[in-house]
């Protein structure tokens, strides 16, 4: 595989870009195109020559978009293709207070949780540092540029905290003033709760917002959900949540899949009040999302609403998780899944 440029610092750049035999100040017009989302064809200021000469000997690291989404909401789903003929998604969603993308941190995902479409064909790898910030850089520049993303989470495709390395790579990378200098607090990591590594993320007091998918309050009810509950008990994660909370002064969210007959009942809400009580968290409650599967079957507004009035009842912060991008299989994997089942088809 050829060197990829992306993600490489202004210091390592320049000495690839001297070692073709190419002058210093080419570093900095490539690295300004890399910053921008913009590959070697787009490099505008260069002669046409050093633009094959960087594609004999680099990879610019930008992935190609495969399919783009667009839904009647505003939200945009892009299909990436990886250099390794991988597919991932990234999810651009509008809010009013900016524009938040969704990145995947894993081609797949070993965690298997049941009711998510990205552990279907299990882990195929890890995503590296500059295949996340490409899908910054990519979706930033498709949308205007500038600071068109102003917040990130990970929460797409795979396990962060499975990647650790990685995405504390990524986070320093996206978040270098120089590049496109996304701040700590904009960003949130979501993780099913691998708690050596909630311990262990807390030590780097970065200011993201952790967020746990909890999903069931019981051992009982998580385990039948969540395989990651035979490592680790409600108590123990919950606990490293509150510390990370403590240590970083962030507030613990925790999100959680409300499936109609499963965990929306009144000993539900007892169970998140033992847990939550006098604790600085808030609860998203996030509609179960079928994508066609039948699996497990999704609440009524009603019910939704009648399960957060149970929450408030119990002086617990909650709210509910906006839908967006129904229309264009907006939740996790469901694009992805999709896809690689119709090029099994094809072949
Ligand atoms: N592995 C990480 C991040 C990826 S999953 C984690 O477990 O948090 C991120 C979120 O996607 C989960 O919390 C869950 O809320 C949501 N999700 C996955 N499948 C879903 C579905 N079918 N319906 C609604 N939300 C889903």
Redesign the pocket.
């Known amino acids: 595989m050829k060197k990829v440029l992306l993600g490489l610092s202004e210091e390592e750049l320049t000495k690839e870009i001297l070692q073709i035999g190419e002058k210093a100040f080419r570093a900095k017009q490539i690295s300004g195109w890399l910053k921008k989302g913009i590959g070697f064809s787009g490099m505008k200021n260069l002669p046409a020559s050093l633009i094959e000469k960087l594609k004999e000997n680099f990879s610019d690291g930008f992935a190609e978009i495969d399919i783009k989404r667009v839904s009647t909401d505003g939200t945009i789903k892009y299909l990436f293709k990886l250099e390794d003929g991988c597919f991932i998604e990234s999810v651009l969603m509008h809010y009013e207070y900016g524009n938040t993308i969704c990145i995947s941190?894993q081609v797949g995902?070993a965690?298997a949780?049941a009711?998510?479409?990205?552990g279907e064909g299990g882990l195929i790898r890890n995503l590296m540092p500059h295949e996340m910030l490409a899908q910054v850089l990519q979706v930033n520049a498709d949308n205007g540029g500038g600071r068109s993303v102003t917040n990130i989470v990970?929460?797409?495709?795979?396990?962060?905290l499975a990647n650790y390395e990685n995405v504390m790579a990524f986070l320093h990378m996206v978040n270098d003033p120089e590049s496109i200098g996304v701040g700590m607090r904009n960003i949130s990591l979501?993780?099913?709760?691998i708690v050596p590594q909630i311990a262990r993320l807390a030590e780097e007091k970065l200011q993201i917002t952790l967020?746990?998918?909890l999903?069931a309050a019981t051992d009982e009810k998580r385990k039948k959900i969540m395989p990651i509950s035979a490592r680790f008990t409600v108590e123990e994660t919950v606990s490293a949540m509150k510390s990370y909370s403590q240590k970083t002064g962030r507030r613990i969210i925790i999100?959680y899949?409300l499936i109609k007959g499963f965990n929306m009942g009144k000993d539900d809400a007892d169970e998140l009040a033992k847990l939550f009580s006098g604790v600085k968290a808030h609860i998203?409650l996030?509609?179960?999302?079928?994508?066609g599967k039948g699996l497990f079957s999704s609440p009524s507004q009603n019910e939704v609403y009648a399960f957060m009035k149970l929450l408030t009842d119990r002086k617990i912060s909650s709210s509910v998780r906006r839908s967006l991008g129904r229309d264009i299989e907006g939740?996790?994997?469901q694009l992805r899944s999709k896809r690689s089942r119709e090029l099994t088809e094809e072949k």
């Open positions: 941190t995902c965690m949780c009711f998510c479409s990205s990970l929460m797409g495709t795979g396990e962060p979501s993780t099913c709760g967020c746990l998918s999903h999100e899949i998203n996030i509609p179960y999302n079928d994508g939740a996790c994997g």
